[in-house]
């Protein structure tokens, strides 16, 4: 349910950016612009779906042979869908209006670019478990919505042209903040399996779990303070989740460079002389206007799990393994058993 959620609004954040070229070049009657636009919106996400069918369902997969053919292909499948438009957009070129035209498909390219891709990278924590999925976002809200009442109740010094409204006051209250919520909520998710363990499929139940042994990053460690915390906290340990320690860089990010995306997107609204991309919540503006840090904390938050955090995953493994020809798994079974041998983690067997 929760990639559906995601895959509803990345449409219509992508229908909201679409919407404003189409405003802003309508009057010049580009032929098929629209039609392409959701051509190229449908082709990207049949790959990135793909991709993540692929990797999360292989043992479905092996089960069904009309989608062992479309995973086999699948790249191959994406990539003639996507020549197949670029071929229309070329036939589309009109003479009059060529610089507008390519204009336009760089324009969805573009939006390509900050709603699906970035939507994919969404999917992709959500499946490192829950917790990578709800503390971001809880801590992008939660700096809103302290900065915005750090700046209504101190806010004197402006931050940024681009914002008149936002002041340092705000920024700065919002900062500590969103670290010391960030801080709690990491303390409070930890401590259940549905929140931290990764999100696998599970062929023989035929859905989704969520139970595993937590790893060392959800299992509470005792910690030496450093000397100045220890005359405030009168204590010389303290025990903490090591995801809380992780928790403070993502609150970090959202709190310090989160909102740069807000002023990204409040640049873009005055290029073209509008006050929200659209007006589908009322008073709020659009579902663009809502998550426009979103996108950027997403891809931070995968960038980060990739550096720091995402070892070898042995479910994962054991998926691929499965898809294999008998012949292939009996090699990486006599492969490996020498290998532990070899190790000494396995006795060699007695001869006869």
Not at 26 to 39: E, I, K, N, Q, V
Not at 120 to 139: A, D, K, R, T
Not at 168 to 196: C, D
């Amino acid at each position: 349910m929760l990639m559906l959620l995601v895959l509803g609004i990345q449409v219509k954040c992508f229908h909201e950016i679409i919407t404003i070229g189409y405003r802003v070049y309508h009057s010049y009657d580009l032929p098929w612009f629209r039609t392409l636009s959701w051509y190229f919106l449908l082709c990207v996400n049949y790959f990135f779906y793909g991709e993540t069918v692929a990797d999360y369902f292989a043992t479905f997969v092996q089960r069904e042979e009309q989608l062992q053919f479309l995973i086999r292909y699948h790249r191959f499948i994406s990539f003639a869908l996507y020549l197949a438009g670029f071929c229309m957009f070329v036939l589309s070129l009109v003479k009059k209006h060529y610089r507008l035209q390519f204009y336009m498909f760089a324009w969805t390219h573009v939006t390509l670019l900050i709603t699906v891709t970035q939507s994919h990278l969404v999917i992709q924590n959500l499946f490192e478990g829950m917790i990578w999925f709800l503390v971001p976002i809880s801590s992008v809200i939660c700096n809103d919505i302290t900065a915005y009442l750090f700046g209504f109740f101190f806010g004197r010094t402006p931050l940024i042209k681009l914002s008149p409204k936002k002041t340092w006051e705000g920024f700065i209250g919002g900062f500590f903040s969103t670290v010391v919520f960030g801080f709690i909520a990491a303390y409070v998710l930890s401590k259940y399996q549905y929140f931290v363990c990764p999100v696998e499929y599970r062929s023989d139940v035929n859905s989704f779990v969520t139970e595993c042994e937590p790893s060392e990053l959800f299992q509470l460690q005792t910690y030496s303070l450093p000397p100045f915390l220890k005359a405030v906290l009168r204590q010389e340990r303290v025990s903490l989740y090591p995801f809380q320690i992780h928790s403070i860089a993502l609150s970090t990010f959202a709190s310090l460079i989160g909102p740069f995306g807000g002023f990204f997107a409040s640049g873009f609204k005055r290029a073209f002389k509008i006050k929200d991309f659209a007006n589908t919540i009322p008073g709020h503006g659009g579902i663009m206007d809502r998550f426009d840090c979103q996108y950027l904390m997403a891809t931070f938050v995968h960038v980060y799990i990739t550096s720091f955090i995402r070892g070898p995953n042995p479910s994962k493994v054991l998926q691929q393994l499965l898809v294999l020809q008998p012949e292939q798994q009996l090699n990486i079974y006599k492969t490996l058993k020498t290998h532990l041998i070899e190790k000494g983690i396995l006795q060699p067997a007695l001869k006869v």
